[in-house]
């Protein structure tokens, strides 16, 4: 059974959201700190963790800050929508994804779903290249989640992993940001134009850290994206 580890201080997201994850099959365990969450991810065994970034005791940000010293384990943050930079330091810090609060518990399961697979795909010794999409130097490996340019891997969330993936998948054509919301989010979950913009600002950003000279998704104003193969 899968083990989920779920840290918040709202207890009324921790009551439903255990809920949620407990029909589909998931085994969870609760905590309102991120002390005594931190424990337990250090002392039992964990496939996923899911936690706030404003917590007591300590915040999401120093519970992974000290998993990270020592684990792998995969995180999902759950954010408010002004804590951008925080967002974006948890990233880097290792966090795999971060959904903002007011959050669709259908969308959170799909992240969870998703993550798990990565990781399961990463952790095992089979490497199936049957879903690879080459764009140049670009390699997306669509089964186990992972992203390389040229030979250098790049950590990408699983929302900069599905809008990349949308993109590549037709070089040269213009995707509206529409199209992209619709590729990365539920069909119920609202999503605004400046989110999109955010998610391609850090996208970028990944790419030109490994290549200052990446110039592969192009903005097309007032129109959206598109992806122009090196």
């Known amino acids: 059974m899968t083990n989920i580890c779920l840290i ?104 969870v779903k998703t993550i798990l697979r990565r990781s399961h795909a990463n952790n095992s010794k089979e490497n199936n290249n049957k879903d690879v999409l080459k764009r140049g ?4 490996n669509m089964d186990r989640y992972e992203c390389f340019w040229g030979e250098t891997p790049l950590r990408l969330t699983v929302t900069e992993f599905l809008l990349l993936e949308c993109l590549a998948s037709r070089p040269g054509h213009v995707k509206s940001r529409d199209q992209l919301m619709s590729s990365a989010y539920d069909d119920n979950i609202y999503v605004d134009d400046r989110t999109i913009d955010s998610h391609i600002k850090r996208l970028r950003k990944k790419f030109k850290d490994v290549d200052k000279d990446f110039k592969s998704i192009e903005t097309l104003y007032g129109v959206g994206y598109r992806y122009i193969k090196e």
């Open 137 to 140: 130097k670009l390699s997306l």
């Open 8 to 111: 918040d201080d709202d207890q009324n997201i921790l009551a439903s959201l255990s809920l949620t994850l407990k029909s589909e099959g998931y085994n969870i365990k609760t905590f309102s700190d991120g002390l005594s969450g931190l424990t337990s991810l250090q002392e039992e065994d964990y496939d996923i963790a899911i936690l706030d970034i404003k917590m007591p005791r300590l915040d999401g940000l120093e519970v992974l800050q000290e998993l990270r010293q020592t684990s792998k384990l995969p995180v999902i943050f759950l954010t408010s929508k002004d804590e951008e930079i925080d967002q974006l330091l948890g990233l880097k810090m290792g966090a795999d994804d971060y959904i903002t609060k007011p959050f669709s518990q259908k969308l959170l399961l799909e992240r």
